[in-house]
């Protein structure tokens, strides 16, 4: 069945290949993710601190209590931040398009950043939790409207065939790592050195930013591209009838993929975001943090997953395209991706080792950064290229829904990620670090073994590879110059 797709304006161009409306959309995810990141960054030591611990009445909770409260807090924020966009991207493939549910959502996400920043010396006396609690669900229901949406915009840029489109979601998602070491940079700092709620009104203000690039510019390097619901544009128009079909054979396989992918995304996230809650309380409290003679927030640890993505994609982006048709497909990087996480959690169980049952002895901050070097590796051979699979694979007519699922899927993850977490409290983090470990090897391996079978079930998606020539090989080089990031995947069905 034809599909029938806008193109970008053509008096937009092109900046380094690519159309200038993927760099609009980088500008925007990265200001939207400055704001979630530097959030996210410091939001468990906002409700460990001690200001907020009498704001709330939690005086009464031990350290521990208190920290498995944080966590529970964060695990219910995350999980339903990833869960909310199902009904966003529903309503953007049925009823507004991407770009209204873009900024209906961006603007409730800002609203929500200022009402945790809303002052509690400002607050009747008692209503401070409820302003907390607004905050969180305007950034949850915001959220759910913006993320599924900004990133099926990015693959509605090119036609199908177009083999740009994975290197358009490596640039992108460098959009997103920007975005999160300034946060952690910009709104980690403040929170820590000088005030929390002053930092939660700081990453309002980047999403503010966000939604004026958006709204100022979509029309010029967007055009008609996602402006109305791709659920009728997946069919002629005098064939708009038949939106309801059933799926063909091949398309319920290509669903079963991101089905049985999502399974092993759980396991990986459930470990990779270890890092906002207990890695993060085990940075600012277990861990010693001078550096030079100067102690760096906790925060910042975080930032090393980021910088490491930028610094070794061009690396991985080289290693896949020299392999040529050796590459591996799509199944077989996410079960590297899960091995590497479990390496990562290996180092943190060596944190473990060096503080032992001691309540004083801080562990070495090179584990946690080892951890996290090795846990952007395995984020690397997975998250990019999952993004990339689902808008692949997934139907037209429910491509937002399906990445809304996939968003779920990470949204579980993030649940289960607070649950792992608050065993440190209990059973030690050498248990909880190497149990963490253990899992994430034993499921990397179990995909490894099924990886055929999926890649039987995309039909042709990991079979039609691009030819690396002097010309193609020019193009890297070129595109490596400019952006920092050359392509870093040459394995999908549209190439």
């Not at 779920?408 to 990620?417: Q, T, V, W």
Request: proline letters at 4%.
């Amino acid at each position: 069945m034809q599909e029938i797709k806008p193109k970008p304006p053509a008096g937009a161009g092109q900046l380094f290949g690519h159309p200038k409306g993927l760099y609009l959309l980088f500008g925007t995810e990265m200001w939207e993710r400055l704001s979630y990141y530097g959030m996210r960054g410091i939001f468990v030591f906002y409700l460990t601190s001690t200001a907020t611990v009498a704001v709330f009445g939690w005086e009464q909770l031990t350290e521990t209590e208190l920290q498995s409260k944080a966590l529970s807090y964060l695990g219910w924020y995350a999980m339903l931040v990833y869960l909310t966009p199902i009904i966003g991207g529903w309503m953007a493939d049925n009823r507004w398009g991407q770009r209204r549910c873009i900024m209906f959502g961006g603007t409730l996400m800002m609203l929500g950043q200022f009402s945790l920043g809303f002052p509690h010396a400002w607050l009747p006396a008692g209503s401070e939790i409820y302003m907390l609690w607004l905050g969180l669900a305007l950034l949850i229901i915001g959220n759910g409207f913006f993320k599924p949406n900004i990133s099926t915009l990015v693959g509605d840029l090119y036609e199908e065939g177009d083999h740009r489109r994975d290197t358009a979601f490596t640039i992108f998602y460098m959009g997103i790592n920007l975005g999160s070491i300034l946060g952690y940079l910009v709104v980690g700092w403040i929170g820590e050195k000088v005030d929390y709620q002053l930092a939660f009104f700081v990453a309002g203000l980047g999403m503010l930013a966000g939604l004026i690039l958006q709204l100022t510019q979509a029309k010029r390097y967007l055009g008609a591209i996602g402006i109305e619901p791709s659920a009728l544009l997946g069919q002629k128009k005098e064939e708009r009838v038949d939106r309801h079909r059933p799926l063909t054979q091949e398309e319920r396989d290509r669903i079963k993929v991101i089905l049985v992918l999502g399974v092993f995304i759980i396991i990986f996230w459930a470990g990779f975001e270890q890092a906002a809650g207990s890695m993060n309380l085990f940075a600012k409290y277990r861990t010693n943090l001078n550096v030079f003679g100067w102690e760096i927030p906790a925060s910042w640890l975080q930032m090393v997953n980021p910088v490491f993505i930028i610094i070794l994609a061009p690396l991985m982006a080289s290693i896949w395209v020299s392999m040529g048709d050796r590459e591996p497909g799509s199944p077989a990087k996410f079960s590297l991706g899960l091995v590497f996480l479990g390496i990562g959690f290996l180092s943190m169980c060596g944190a473990g080792l060096q503080i032992g049952d001691s309540e004083t002895v801080k562990a070495s901050i090179w584990w946690l950064v080892f951890a996290y070097i090795f846990h952007t590796i395995g984020e690397l051979c997975l998250s990019p290229i999952g993004l990339s699979v689902v808008t692949k694979l997934a139907p037209l007519r429910y491509l937002s829904l399906m990445m809304g699922l996939w968003f779920a899927f990470i949204g579980i993850a993030n649940k289960g990620a607070a649950e792992i977490g608050k065993l440190v409290g209990v059973s030690g983090p050498l248990a909880t670090f190497g149990g963490v470990a253990l899992v994430a090897m034993v499921a990397g391996v179990i995909l490894y073994l099924i990886r055929e079978k999926l890649v039987d079930w995309m039909h042709g998606a990991e079979e039609i590879r691009v030819a690396v020539g002097e010309t193609t090989k020019e193009e890297l080089r070129i595109t490596a110059d400019h952006d920092g990031v050359p392509p870093t995947h040459f394995s999908g069905n549209d190439h």
